[in-house]
């Protein structure tokens, strides 16, 4: 099962006397400035945990699976995230 925004909520709420209110105002808050960070193409480095970096795709041929027929795949960017080290040891049960 997935952790969902809600459980994320419920945790900052209990482990810092937060009202779910206000629990929800600061994981909405910091959501923001992610996204916003990102849309700006802007690299997103949290320290122990790891990096979001923005990466521009190259324009690449393409097919419709539906009807088989050959196109164009416009440019895009894309986000990808390379965990830290201390992160993926804790993920390894390696502490």
Do not use: Y
């Not at 400035?33 to 997103?44: P, W």
């Not at 097919?63 to 830290?84: E, W, Y």
Request: aromatic share 4%; glycine share 8%.
């Amino acid at each position: 099962m997935a952790l969902t925004k809600t459980d994320i909520v419920e945790q900052i709420a209990e482990k810092n006397d937060f009202s779910p209110t206000e629990a929800k105002d600061v994981l909405e808050e910091l959501i923001e400035i992610i996204k916003s960070t990102l849309a700006s193409g802007e690299d997103l480095m949290i320290s122990g945990f790891g990096k979001f970096q923005v990466n521009e795709k190259q324009p690449r041929k393409g097919r419709n699976p539906a009807t088989g027929n050959s196109m164009v795949l416009a440019k895009r960017r894309v986000v990808t995230f390379k965990c830290a080290g201390k992160l993926k040891d804790r993920i390894n049960g390696e502490n």
